[in-house]
Nanobody, 128 residues
Framework: QVQLVESGGGLVQPGGSLRLSCAASGFTLDDNAIGWFRQAPGKEREGVSCISGNNSTTYYANSVKGRFTMSRDNAKNTVYLQINNLKPEDAAVYFC?????????????????????WGQGTQVTVSS
């Protein structure tokens, strides 16, 4: 069974840090483009970061540049999102997504419709 499972969310004070994990089972993340998305209550799902299938391209939304870092560990079949200097506006459910298509082997895009596999999300709450 193909599955993505996010973990690492929680309650953090503004300025704090979290590392989110996205573990895959039933398939390998190698060669898959991976995206991290978030959705706050009443808002549309927003792309925050992605990495291409061959790891040559990593892209960050302007709102998170310099604070979010995405990485992957193929040996663990896991992708990570390091979040630093958390702001209240970062509070949301964070989702990881994967897509094996050749279209995103060298590039990636932050469009939810382009990703085939999705996790169920992990909640990030930012509050003092």
């Amino acid at each position: 069974q193909v599955q993505l499972v996010e973990s690492g969310g929680g309650l953090v004070q503004p300025g704090g840090s979290l590392r989110l994990s996205c573990a895959a089972s039933g398939f390998t993340l190698d060669d898959n483009a991976i995206g991290w998305f978030r959705q706050a209550p009443g808002k549309e799902r927003e792309g925050v970061s992605c990495i291409s299938g061959n790891n040559s391209t990593t892209y960050y939304a302007n709102s998170v540049k310099g604070r979010f870092t995405m990485s992957r560990d193929n040996a663990k079949n896991t992708v990570y999102l390091q979040i630093n200097n958390l702001k209240p506006e970062d509070a949301a459910v964070y989702f990881c997504a994967a897509d094996p298509s050749r279209l995103m082997f060298k590039l990636c895009v932050l469009l939810p419709r382009e990703y085939h596999y999705w996790g169920q999300g992990t909640q990030v709450t930012v509050s003092s």
